[in-house]
């Protein structure tokens, strides 16, 4: 009997959104002289923004969800006191809003409970929709950074939103994309894009060029192009499948600096296919990927998405 031989030869990717990558398994078992931290939270929730007692803190408060037992609040949403948009600024007209996830400060994304999820969906939904009111807004950008690897200035877990009055050209390439035979509409079936978990409207899975090492996407398996177009059972279902993919990422990976990155159609468009991407910063770019935008990843997907696979949290 002969084993199949493993190979760390490299390998070229490039994708229908022009993300090239250079898929380099064996430089994986370079030395390090760099070991990975588990972050941990160390600022007191007296002296944090973001905590209950704390409100008067930030800017006026625009949203909240109320707490079940009726004290206090479940999320809330706010102006970022640092905006890098405003209003009333006329060369950088927009909005900056902060989502405060959760009144816990020791709590990540990954830990709260469903129906925490599903709340926070409803929060950005009803965001975006009060943003897309404005003429002026072109496109909406939803994200998150978690841990001060990944962008955050501050620890207590939080999201943001950030309504421009133009659409950035990487999500044009993405429009321009789903004008014809959608890619993100074959994903739930394309072998190119290794799976993870599926529910009946959403597919998990890794991206066959990958900007991150066990990069993840979720992707409605209907033309969908922004959480505005998500009924409430579509919202619980996102919400399912967002959590699994949170609590895999942390059990298996110790909780990583990460994005979490909402690809949502720029405002009035019709024709565009939303999806979330979620990147663990396990690697940093260095001189090569600043100076060519050619990614050098050391895991393969297919490897990712089997890690993924075998160590599901449910």
């Given at each position: 009997m002969g084993n199949k031989k493993e190979t760390h030869d490299g390998e070229i990717r490039t994708d229908f959104l022009g993300r090239t990558a250079i898929i380099t398994p064996g430089r994986d078992l370079r030395p390090h002289d760099f070991k990975a931290k588990v972050p941990k939270k160390k600022q007191k929730p007296f002296d944090c923004f973001f905590c209950p007692g704390n409100e008067s803190l930030t800017p006026a408060e625009i949203d909240r969800t109320p707490a079940q037992n009726g004290k206090g609040w479940q999320n809330r949403c706010f102006p970022n006191k640092f905006p890098a948009l405003s209003k009333s600024w006329k060369k950088a007209y927009g909005a900056h809003e902060v989502i405060v996830e959760t009144p816990i400060h020791s709590q990540t994304l990954s830990q709260l409970s469903l129906d925490q999820f599903r709340q926070?969906?409803?929060?950005?939904?009803?965001?975006?929709?009060?943003?897309?009111?404005?003429?002026?807004?072109?496109?909406?950008?939803?994200?998150?950074?978690?841990?001060?690897?990944?962008?955050?200035?501050?620890?207590?877990?939080?999201?943001?939103?950030?309504?421009?009055?133009?659409?950035?050209?990487?999500?044009?390439l993405q429009q321009k994309a789903c004008n014809k035979n959608c890619p993100f509409c074959k994903i739930k079936t394309d072998k190119k894009y290794p799976k993870i978990f599926s529910t009946k409207n959403f597919t998990l899975s890794c991206p066959y060029v990958p900007k991150y090492r066990h990069e993840v996407w979720i992707v409605p398996k209907k033309h969908l192009g922004s959480i505005s177009d998500l009924n409430s059972k579509l919202i619980f279902e996102l919400a399912q499948i967002l959590s699994i993919a949170l609590k895999t990422q942390d059990s298996y990976l110790d909780y990583p600096p990460y994005n979490l990155l909402f690809h949502l159609s720029p405002t009035g468009s019709k024709?565009?296919?939303m999806h979330l991407s979620i990147t663990p910063r396990l690697g940093k770019w260095a001189g090569f990927e600043h100076q060519t935008g050619v990614i050098m990843n050391s895991v393969r997907p297919e490897a990712a998405a089997e890690a993924y696979r075998r160590n599901l949290v449910k």
């Amino acid at each position: 009997m002969g084993n199949k031989k493993e190979t760390h030869d490299g390998e070229i990717r490039t994708d229908f959104l022009g993300r090239t990558a250079i898929i380099t398994p064996g430089r994986d078992l370079r030395p390090h002289d760099f070991k990975a931290k588990v972050p941990k939270k160390k600022q007191k929730p007296f002296d944090c923004f973001f905590c209950p007692g704390n409100e008067s803190l930030t800017p006026a408060e625009i949203d909240r969800t109320p707490a079940q037992n009726g004290k206090g609040w479940q999320n809330r949403c706010f102006p970022n006191k640092f905006p890098a948009l405003s209003k009333s600024w006329k060369k950088a007209y927009g909005a900056h809003e902060v989502i405060v996830e959760t009144p816990i400060h020791s709590q990540t994304l990954s830990q709260l409970s469903l129906d925490q999820f599903r709340q926070y969906l409803l929060m950005i939904k009803k965001r975006i929709a009060a943003n897309s009111k404005d003429k002026k807004i072109k496109f909406i950008s939803v994200f998150k950074n978690e841990w001060e690897e990944a962008g955050a200035s501050l620890e207590h877990t939080h999201s943001q939103l950030v309504a421009m009055p133009f659409v950035p050209p990487y999500m044009k390439l993405q429009q321009k994309a789903c004008n014809k035979n959608c890619p993100f509409c074959k994903i739930k079936t394309d072998k190119k894009y290794p799976k993870i978990f599926s529910t009946k409207n959403f597919t998990l899975s890794c991206p066959y060029v990958p900007k991150y090492r066990h990069e993840v996407w979720i992707v409605p398996k209907k033309h969908l192009g922004s959480i505005s177009d998500l009924n409430s059972k579509l919202i619980f279902e996102l919400a399912q499948i967002l959590s699994i993919a949170l609590k895999t990422q942390d059990s298996y990976l110790d909780y990583p600096p990460y994005n979490l990155l909402f690809h949502l159609s720029p405002t009035g468009s019709k024709n565009f296919h939303m999806h979330l991407s979620i990147t663990p910063r396990l690697g940093k770019w260095a001189g090569f990927e600043h100076q060519t935008g050619v990614i050098m990843n050391s895991v393969r997907p297919e490897a990712a998405a089997e890690a993924y696979r075998r160590n599901l949290v449910k």
